[in-house]
């Protein structure tokens, strides 16, 4: 498994996750500073992400659209709010109107990434994300989540089996 | 307000409202801190859709939105599965770029 740790903590909207790679800090950190490799992994196949603006100097904006099997597109940015290669990224994420502007109707996240070098070559990476609101999160997974859509009508049985009441 | 302590105490209130019939008053009675840091803490859920507060008679009591806390727990994991697809696909790149050097 290539992921080692998921905490979700519903009171707060927010989710941490870890995993490590068999690379270096420096290598794990291109994924995110290389644009044309961001743009390999943040879209699944379905809904390829596409970065016009991409520098990750802190006040700078990020900007970038997802393209779904419909040719639809949905916008999305990043405010830079602190970058210190290749050990951690901070960045306040939005959405976009269609012609690239920032959605200010849409309250933003905050997306922390630390990247921590460890023993024999190996690297831990972790990625906490804190969403301003349900609406926001209703959004953010409407953004290429086909995948989401088909993971969601298979879990239906374990949020029914879910006894709210249990760990008391 | 994020820090562990904040993420402990939020999660017994939204516990103890479940089926407590408990005011904002008689909540704070249960936590080492201030009346308004409590307040703070039911504002911050209220927010969040996961309490609610209720007029029974006089009194006003908080209590958890069970159905709002499923949503967000669905919602968290379907999160949760996209970024397990893009950690899936970071280590394809990764072991496509040893390939390529090697």
């Keep these: 498994m290539t992921v080692t740790a998921v905490r979700k903590d519903p009171q707060n909207l927010s989710m941490t996750l870890e995993t490590e ?17 961001l743009e390999r992994w943040w879209g699944p196949p379905t809904y390829p992400a596409t970065f016009t603006k991409h520098d990750l100097a802190p006040g700078s904006r990020v900007e970038y659209h997802m393209t779904g099997p419909e040719g639809d597109q949905h916008h999305g940015y990043w405010d830079i709010v602190s970058a210190n290669a290749p050990y951690q990224l901070v960045v306040r994420d939005g959405f976009s109107q269609p012609d690239g502007t920032p959605n200010t109707d849409m309250p ?44 969601a009508a298979g879990q239906i049985d374990a949020i029914l089996a879910e006894d709210p009441v249990a760990g008391r | ?7 402990h105490t939020r999660r017994d209130i939204v516990r103890r409202a479940i089926d407590a019939d ?56 379907q999160y949760e599965e996209l970024w397990r697809g893009r950690v899936d696909r970071m280590r394809d790149l990764i072991d496509l ?6």
């Design chain 1, 108 to 151: 933003v996240g905050t997306m922390r990434v630390s990247i921590e070098e460890l023993a024999q070559g190996r690297t831990r990476m972790s990625i906490e994300s804190l969403f301003p609101s349900t609406e926001a999160m209703e959004q953010l997974l409407a953004m290429g989540q086909e995948e989401g859509m088909i993971v």
């Design chain 2, 22 to 77: 408990e005011g904002i008053v008689e909540l704070a009675s249960h936590y080492p801190m201030s009346f308004a840091a409590v307040q703070k803490h039911v504002a911050i859920l209220e927010r969040a859709g996961l309490v609610t507060k209720h007029r029974i008679g006089r009194r006003k009591v908080v209590r958890t939105n069970l159905e709002q806390l499923r949503i967000v727990r669905r919602l968290l994991d």
């Design chain 2, 97 to 102: 770029s040893k390939e390529t050097t090697r």
């Design chain 1, 21 to 37: 790679f068999d690379a270096s800090a420096e290598r794990v950190w291109q994924l995110w500073a290389d644009p044309r490799q």
């Design chain 2, 1 to 7: 307000m994020f820090g562990a302590l904040a993420d």
